[in-house]
Nanobody, 120 residues
Framework: QVQLVESGGGLVQAGGSLRLSCAASGIIFSINAMGWYRQAPGKQRELVAIITSGGSTNYADSVKGRFTISRDNAKNTVYLQMNSLKPEDTAVYYC??????????????WGQGTQVTVSS
């Protein structure tokens, strides 16, 4: 399978910034899209941002103007720059990838999650 490893989470004060990284590894033919989801305790997992191999992006309304997603296709790595963080951004952030294997199969893959905590 494809493995996704996140890094960059931590504890920050409101108004601060964090940068999350996610590297995909494995026998991958291509990655169609990579992105970030998050899940707070007692809440459903929600899309934060996603970026395609062509560079198209989509953001949740709650993070527009504050978060920026980017991708290094050569490294199969996606980044999430998070600025002006708010306490409501506190959640476990999960990396996501849609990847095609050499077998031709296309599947969804998830990282283990990284905790982001924003204090007041």
């Amino acid at each position: 399978q494809v493995q996704l490893v996140e890094s960059g989470g931590g504890l920050v004060q409101a108004g601060g910034s964090l940068r999350l990284s996610c590297a995909a590894s494995g026998i991958i033919f291509s990655i169609n899209a990579m992105g970030w989801y998050r899940q707070a305790p007692g809440k459903q997992r929600e899309l934060v941002a996603i970026i395609t191999s062509g560079g198209s992006t989509n953001y949740a309304d709650s993070v527009k103007g504050r978060f920026t997603i980017s991708r290094d296709n050569a490294k199969n790595t996606v980044y999430l720059q998070m600025n002006s963080l708010k306490p409501e951004d506190t959640a476990v952030y999960y990396c996501y990838a849609s990847a095609r294997l050499f077998s031709g199969s296309l599947g969804d893959y998830w990282g283990q999650g990284t905790q982001v905590t924003v204090s007041s």
